[in-house]
């Protein structure tokens, strides 16, 4: 992952954490599966990153479940579309969304996680955390409540979870 083409959001840039951070995502990451050729930056579960997300979620700004998040990413691109269309300009696109995965997840599932990077990457961004989906689900939402993939939907809860990162 190029940091020329990451464009996080301007909060994250304008944070003295942000070059800690940059190297961090571009340095720290794997394969999303063997076959790939996408590689996704890896992250530890650390006290910072589970009470970013707790805060996320108690903000209503997190999304489970793949068809769910897959649905919500289709409605943005189809609105923004809509509103480049009507504006006759092409935005720049920022980061502004964020999947979080757990460890766990098979081939197919990670095939479907590279499916939505390719369709909504330039605003999109995946991170695989060091937690299986048991550990992901149970923190956020209660004891067997299993979690393969959140989406962090806010700018503002994107940034506070990209920047629990840089430590």
């Given at each position: 992952m190029p940091d020329n083409t990451l464009l996080l959001p301007k909060q994250v840039?304008?944070?003295?954490?942000?070059?800690?951070?940059?190297?961090?995502?571009?340095?720290?990451?794997?394969?999303?599966?063997?076959?790939?050729?996408?590689?996704?930056p890896v992250a530890a579960f650390t006290d910072e990153l589970k009470a970013a997300l707790v805060a996320a979620k108690e903000n209503g700004r997190i999304s489970r479940g793949v068809d769910g998040i897959e649905r919500s990413l289709g409605v943005e691109a189809r609105g923004l579309a809509l509103v480049d269309k009507k504006t006759a300009t092409k935005r720049i696109q920022r980061i502004s969304r964020l999947l979080i995965m757990s460890n766990d997840g098979a081939e197919r599932f990670y095939r479907k996680v590279e499916s939505m990077l390719r369709q909504h990457g330039e605003r999109v961004m995946a991170i695989k955390v060091a937690a299986d989906s048991t550990q992901l689900g149970g923190y956020l939402f209660g004891p067997e409540k299993a979690s393969k993939l959140l989406l962090i939907e806010h700018k503002e809860s994107v940034a506070e979870v990209l920047l629990a990162l840089a430590v």
């Open positions: 840039e304008a944070d003295p954490r942000y070059k800690t951070l940059l190297k961090q995502l571009i340095t720290r990451t794997e394969k999303l599966w063997a076959g790939s050729d996408v590689f996704v």
